[in-house]
T-cell receptor
Framework: EDQVTQSPEALRLQEGESSSLNCSYT??????LFWYRQDPGKGPEFLFTLYSAGEEKEKERLKATLTKKESFLHITAPKPEDSATYLC????????????FGKGTRLHILP | DAGITQSPRHKVTETGTPVTLRCHQTENHRYMYWYRQDPGHGLRLIHY???????DKGEVSDGYSVSRSKTEDFLLTLESATSSQTSVYFCAIGSSRRRSETQYFGPGTRLLVL
C-alpha cells in the first residue's frame, strides 16, 4: 500500500533557528510530490510541486528538495509567521488521479 | 483560495438527517475533490470528479454521495448523517501542470453531527 510519512509530528523552534521537515514515501513511479501549508481553521495552501529526484524549489525562507524516497522542507531563519502545519502529498503513477497525504508536521516558531 | 468557495462554512445537524455541502469554483478546472480532515488521520479523499457527471469513489466514500451537473459545482451529500461524519470537509480543484495534478483547496466546512 502506498504510504506517506511525515516527521516529526511537531516541532518547536526559536525564531532564527533553521531546521528541516521530512516526508518519506513508498510510492514508486512518483508523478509529483506536493508541499502545502495549513493555518488553523483554513484550507491547505499550495507551496511547491516537485517532479523528479534532485529537483529543488524555493520560496522565501522555504526550500523543498526531493530524492527517490523522501523530500525535505528546509526552513531557514524562520519567523513566528512561519508557524503552521506543513503537509506533504504524493501522486502515484499515471492512471491514478488521486493524491495521498501525510498527516503533517505542526511547526511552532517561538519569538 | 484559487476561486473556490464552500457553503455552508459551519453546520450543526442531527443524526439521521441528510446534509448537502456545496463547492463552487470559478477556475473552470476539470477535476474537483472532496476530502475530510480529522485529527490523527490527515486529509482523506471521499469522492472526486473528472468532469461533468463523471465521478469516482475515494478512500472513505461509504455514507457519502456526490453530484456534478455543472463544471463549477460539486455537491457532497451525507445521505443520513452520523456522529462519525463530524469533521472538517474540504473541496479542492485540480490544475494539470506537466505530468501531475496540483490541487488547490477551499476554506472548508466544519460539520457537527449531534
Amino acid at each position: 500500500e502506498d504510504q506517506v510519512t511525515q516527521s516529526p509530528e511537531a516541532l518547536r523552534l526559536q525564531e532564527g533557528e533553521s531546521s528541516s521537515l521530512n516526508c518519506s514515501y513508498t510510492v514508486s513511479g512518483l508523478r509529483g510530490l506536493f508541499w502545502y501549508r495549513q493555518d488553523p481553521g483554513k484550507g491547505p495552501e499550495f507551496l511547491f510541486t516537485l517532479y523528479s529526484a534532485g529537483e529543488e524549489k524555493e520560496k522565501e525562507r522555504l526550500k523543498a528538495t526531493l530524492t527517490k524516497k523522501e523530500s525535505f522542507l528546509h526552513i531557514t531563519a524562520p519567523k513566528p509567521e512561519d508557524s503552521a502545519t506543513y503537509l506533504c502529498a504524493v501522486q502515484p503513477p499515471m492512471g491514478d488521479d488521486k493524491i495521498i497525504f501525510g498527516k503533517g508536521t505542526r511547526l511552532h516558531i517561538l519569538p | 483560495d484559487a476561486g473556490i468557495t464552500q457553503s455552508p462554512r459551519h453546520k450543526v445537524t442531527e443524526t439521521g438527517t441528510p446534509v448537502t455541502l456545496r463547492c463552487h469554483q470559478t477556475e473552470n478546472h476539470r477535476y474537483m475533490y472532496w476530502y475530510r480532515q480529522d485529527p490523527g488521520h490527515g486529509l482523506r479523499l471521499i469522492h472526486y470528479s473528472y468532469g461533468v457527471k463523471d465521478t469516482d469513489k475515494g478512500e472513505v466514500s461509504d455514507g457519502y454521495s456526490v453530484s456534478r451537473s455543472k463544471t463549477e459545482d460539486f455537491l457532497l451529500t451525507l445521505e443520513s448523517a452520523t456522529s462519525s461524519q463530524t469533521s472538517v470537509y474540504f473541496c479542492a480543484i485540480g490544475s494539470s501542470r506537466r505530468r501531475s495534478e496540483t490541487q488547490y483547496f477551499g476554506p472548508g466546512t466544519r460539520l457537527l453531527v449531534l
